[in-house]
T-cell receptor
Framework: EAGVTQSPTHLIKTRGQQATLRCSPI?????VYWYQQALGLGLQFLLW???????NRGNFPPRFSGRQFPNYSSELNVNALELEDSALYLC???????????FGSGTRLTVV | AQTVTQSQPEMSVQEAETVTLSCTYD???????LFWYKQPPSRQMILVIR??????QNATENRFSVNFQKAAKSFSLKISDSQLGDAAMYFC??????????FGAGTILRVKS
């Protein structure tokens, strides 16, 4: 079975621009989670989508937003990019917590 | 809010030896899940082992085992017969059923040959 896929692998944007990151969960998984991993830091929870609805969001400003599509894939949008948004953005999917959470390989966002 | 603490920023182990990584967590829930994830230099997060809080028996996966102490809210990972490929960042994580993962800060494991 295909794993969690994220695109693009790398993304370079200029400060003030918008970035869009995409995630396709494992087939059958309905929940998608987004995490930010800045250099040298742990994983910070960003957003959780399940069945098309936003279930929870972490302590991030509103310029971090996203959505989940009917096929359960998800998009993370970051508006008005700032230099400190440079990080690895990881997406994970799950059917339910019992089966664990499978991660994608991430999108490396660099803001210059 | 639930928190996960990994008090060892970095650990070293000799190849073929055993190492234990520590993790404590804070929660008022009785049902939850605990995980150890490995993140090698490739940055891919790999599930190492998971434990359901309602199970008293400690989970094991080949060379990896946990010591789950529910009352003490402790969840340590033991790696036996360490291999060079075990070198990575290890994250302890907590989740309530169907909810998001909460991660600790991570422990860098170095394996010496």
């Amino acid at each position: 079975e295909a794993g969690v896929t994220q695109s693009p692998t790398h993304l370079i944007k200029t400060r003030g621009q918008q970035a869009t990151l995409r995630c396709s969960p494992i087939s059958g998984h309905t929940s998608v989670y987004w995490y930010q991993q800045a250099l040298g830091l742990g994983l910070q929870f960003l957003l959780w989508y399940d069945e098309g609805e936003e279930r929870n969001r972490g302590n991030f400003p509103p310029r971090f937003s996203g959505r989940q599509f009917p096929n359960y894939s998800s998009e993370l949008n970051v508006n008005a990019l700032e230099l400190e948004d440079s990080a690895l953005y990881l997406c994970a999917s799950s059917l339910d917590g019992d089966h664990g959470y499978t991660f994608g390989s991430g999108t490396r966002l660099t803001v210059v | 809010a639930q928190t996960v603490t990994q008090s060892q920023p970095e650990m070293s182990v000799q190849e073929a030896e055993t190492v234990t990584l520590s993790c404590t967590y804070d929660t008022s829930e009785s049902d939850y899940y605990l995980f150890w994830y490995k993140q090698p230099p490739s940055r891919q997060m790999i599930l190492v082992i998971r434990q359901e809080a309602y199970k008293q028996q400690n989970a094991t996966e080949n060379r990896f085992s946990v010591n789950f102490q529910k009352a003490a809210k402790s969840f340590s990972l033991k790696i036996s017969d360490s291999q060079l490929g075990d070198a990575a960042m290890y994250f302890c994580a907590y989740a309530e059923y169907g909810n998001k993962l909460v991660f600790g800060a991570g422990t860098i494991l170095r394996v010496k040959s």
